[in-house]
Antibody, heavy 121, light 107 residues
Framework: QVQLQESGPGLVKPSQTLSLTCTVSGGSISSGSYYWSWIRQPAGKGLEWIGRIYSSGTTNYNASLKSRVTISVDTSKNQLSLKLSSVTAADTAVYYC?????????????WGQGTLVTVSS | DIQMTQSPSSLSASVGDRVTITCRASQSISSYLNWYQQKPGKAPKLLIYAASNLQSGVPSRFSGSGSGTDFTLTISSLQPEDFATYYCQQSYTTPYSFGQGTKLEIK
């Protein structure tokens, strides 16, 4: 049973870089059948897809964030990471990582429990 | 980018009711449509993938249908644990996009 767990600072100052890690357990992040995505959700609002990475390192980003986002993978640690630069209060949200199964037309499953990041001085 | 529009945004229903939520894509997405359930303080949970496939462990009262631009999620007989927010999501092309959500409340 694959499980994902996000971790990182819960408070980031404006203009700084948000850095989060997602640790995958119960399965290999190197499996060729999966992409690994980041999604966020501001309090009381809907879901926004941030971007994804394949085990080869190939990435796709949401153009609305593209200039500020970097997603990477560390296969030795079975982790993926998210960096979002020049943050503002609008980046305050719960951040989730999730797995996409290629063979099932890319649904997001499972999801991590999410981690709240607040941008404030 | 593909826009996903759900209706209704909120819905009041009673235990035992049959409920249908619709999702419309701004362009054809074939069957690349997924449905999620989210309860307060929890991560979304996959219910239906590829428009009509029930995820393992999800009760059979949930079903999905549609293709192209129009999709539906149906709950055949509402149970108390089904009161939650439901999202559709297109996985046809990046950037992936979600509907705005449908909040299902107890009448």
């Amino acid at each position: 049973q694959v499980q994902l767990q996000e971790s990182g600072p819960g408070l980031v100052k404006p203009s700084q870089t948000l850095s989060l890690t997602c640790t995958v357990s119960g399965g290999s992040i190197s499996s060729g059948s999966y992409y690994w995505s980041w999604i966020r959700q501001p309090a009381g609002k809907g879901l926004e897809w941030i971007g994804r990475i394949y085990s080869s390192g190939t990435t796709n980003y949401n153009a609305s964030l593209k200039s500020r986002v970097t997603i990477s993978v560390d296969t030795s640690k079975n982790q993926l990471s998210l960096k979002l630069s020049s943050v503002t209060a609008a980046d305050t949200a719960v951040y989730y990582c999730a797995r996409e199964f290629v063979d099932w037309l890319y649904p997001l499953d499972p999801w991590g429990q999410g981690t709240l990041v607040t941008v404030s001085s | 980018d593909i826009q996903m529009t759900q209706s209704p945004s909120s819905l009041s229903a009673s235990v035992g009711d049959r409920v249908t939520i619709t999702c419309r894509a701004s362009q054809s997405i074939s069957s690349y449509l997924n449905w999620y359930q989210q309860k307060p303080g929890k991560a979304p949970k996959l219910l239906i993938y590829a428009a009509s496939n029930l995820q393992s462990g999800v009760p059979s009262r949930f079903s999905g249908s549609g293709s192209g631009t129009d999709f539906t999620l149906t709950i055949s007989s509402l149970q108390p644990e089904d009161f939650a927010t439901y999202y559709c999501q297109q996985s046809y092309t990046t950037p992936y996009s979600f509907g705005q959500g449908t909040k299902l409340e107890i009448k």
